[in-house]
């Protein structure tokens, strides 16, 4: 009698958090056997995946939930023994990089310490995993050329982006002194509806849809001029799976090509709502004027960095040409649907309040 072949098993950290619930719902969906490591709270929000939690299992593949922290090794040993995984995800991080500047060492610990500890556990165990490691586009910092791609060199500009070159050149050398088949992706900024909203992205949406509904007065903000490349997180899991898929382990950027700046993001989602801003002022004087006179927009100084990254423009040509990676949602594709999920959210939100 012939039996199928088991799926693939992946261990997802941080799979909570947007791009964990994006790689696992594709993952399940390709028919994997799909482990997430979750930190143990007295309570633990799982919105992010609760759509997965309560089908148990999808039509291909089975999600679990582990405890475990990237701060214990023991705990990472007793999971990977467990599990044995095929791939490995490692997507958990302190990943706010504001908040890295008041919490540096425990931005150290988690992000970049964690990796390390996933890495030696793997190579402890001799397990055959293929590991990935979710680099960002903040360890090129004060950019040394732009667009940045696999060779520019880094310039840390945060204790989180200088935690995560730390992980980023530990996977690499563990691959070139262990052989584990391990990699890194460079992703440039990344959003969903799933985004944390303390993200200035989704700050904005969700502020925006409250004001359109009259629940928030004004939007405070920092640096308007600050330049990203912003991306849809689901194009950025399907990268991050294709590089586990590659006959021989690299590292890659992921990124659009395209760098816009936080006044453009705001004009585009206040320009949807038939709200078009004017801007007023200099510095922190400045403010975003709707067409009948109210102040929609401030600037505040306690949303500005330490130091800045002024510019982040990544360039995704080794990806595209070797990988056939390539994003799909464009970056006013990606705004419009930002807004209108939260709009959807506030107007549930006030429904809600309304009958109780």
């Given at each position: 009698m012939l039996h199928s072949p088991s799926p693939k098993r992946a261990l997802v950290t941080g799979i909570t958090g947007q791009?964990?619930?994006?790689?696992?719902e594709m993952l399940l969906n390709k028919g994997y056997e799909v482990?997430?490591?979750?930190?143990?709270?007295?309570?633990?929000?799982?919105?992010?995946?609760?759509?997965?939690?309560?089908?148990?299992?999808?039509?291909?593949?089975?999600?679990h939930l582990v405890h475990g922290d990237l701060r214990d090794t023991g705990s990472l040993l007793k999971i990977l023994r467990q599990v044995r995984p095929d791939e490995v995800y490692n997507l958990a991080a302190q990943s706010d990089v504001k908040v890295s500047f008041d919490l540096p060492e425990y931005t150290a610990d988690?992000?970049?310490l964690g990796p390390l500890r996933l890495l030696e556990s793997l190579r402890e165990l001799d397990l055959p995993s293929r590991f990935f490691q979710a680099s960002s586009s903040e360890m090129f910092g004060k950019v040394q050329e732009t667009p940045q791609n696999e060779n520019t060199p880094f310039y840390?500009?945060?204790?989180?982006?200088?935690?995560?070159?730390f992980?980023?050149?530990?996977?690499?050398?563990?691959?070139?002194?262990?052989?584990?088949?391990?990699?890194?992706?460079?992703?440039?900024n990344h959003e969903s509806p799933r985004r944390g909203d303390s993200f200035v992205t989704r700050k904005i949406t969700m502020a925006a849809a409250r004001i359109q509904h009259g629940l928030q007065n004004m939007l405070l903000l920092g640096n308007l001029d600050a330049r990203r490349d912003w991306g849809f997180a689901g194009?950025?899991?399907?990268?991050a799976w294709m590089m586990l898929q590659a006959d021989e382990p690299s590292d890659y950027?992921?990124?659009?090509?395209?760098?816009?700046?936080?006044?453009e993001f705001c004009e585009i989602v206040f320009e949807e709502l038939g709200q078009p801003i004017t801007w007023h002022g200099r510095g922190l004087e400045?403010?975003?004027?709707?067409?009948?006179?109210?102040?929609l927009i401030q600037i505040s100084p306690e949303f500005y960095r330490p130091s800045e990254v002024d510019m982040l423009q990544g360039d995704a040509s080794r990806a595209r040409e070797l990988l056939g990676w390539q994003p799909s949602v464009s970056f006013r594709e990606l705004v419009s649907m930002m807004l209108a999920h939260d709009l959807e959210l506030v107007e549930r939100d006030a429904a809600r309040a309304d009958v109780a």
């Open positions: 791009d964990g619930s994006y790689l696992a482990w997430g490591m979750v930190r143990r709270h007295s309570s633990t929000a799982y919105d992010r995946i609760e759509h997965l939690l309560e089908k148990g299992a999808s039509d291909q593949g089975a999600l988690v992000t970049g840390p500009r945060s204790p989180y982006g200088s935690a995560k070159a992980a980023y050149h530990n996977t690499r050398n563990y691959r070139e002194a262990y052989g584990l088949y391990a990699v890194n992706g460079v992703m440039f194009d950025y899991m399907e990268g950027v992921l990124a659009t090509g395209e760098s816009h700046s936080v006044r400045e403010y975003g004027q709707a067409p009948d006179g109210r102040k």
